[in-house]
């Protein structure tokens, strides 16, 4: 079965950095976007990041532009948000999501797989 886990999640003060991995299983992503969602308590999901199949295009949210990061490696069939200068208000639950079409969206709806979510916590 297709599996999406995220890791590098954690603890950081704020303007610290982290790198977020998400390892992909049960089948290859190599021809498929990909993106990173995060959900605060209380709040909905929101769009972080997305790449398309080759890296060749890239989408962020307004939020993290600047700061974070997206990329891929296909033939590790991996997905990685490097997120550098972190606020407080980055605290969240982040989720690497899959399609599986070439294109990407920065609504939820898009995306057919998910992980489970890793903790990113940046204390002020």
């Known amino acids: 079965q297709v599996q999406l886990v995220e890791s590098g999640g954690g603890l950081v003060q704020a303007g610290g950095s982290l790198r977020l991995s998400c390892a992909a299983s049960g089948r290859t992503f190599s021809s498929n976007a990909m993106g990173w969602f995060r959900q605060a308590p209380g709040k909905e999901r929101e769009f972080v990041a997305a790449i398309s199949w080759s890296g060749g295009s890239i989408l962020y949210s307004e939020s993290v532009k600047g700061r974070f990061t997206i990329s891929r490696d296909n033939a590790k069939n991996m997905v990685y948000l490097q997120m550098n200068d972190l606020k407080p208000e980055d605290t969240a639950v982040y989720y690497c999501?899959?399609?599986?079409?070439?294109?990407?969206?920065?609504?939820?709806?898009?995306?057919?797989?998910w992980g489970q979510g890793t903790q990113v916590t940046v204390s002020s």
């Open positions: 999501a899959g399609t599986r079409g070439i294109y990407y969206y920065s609504s939820a709806g898009g995306y057919d797989y």
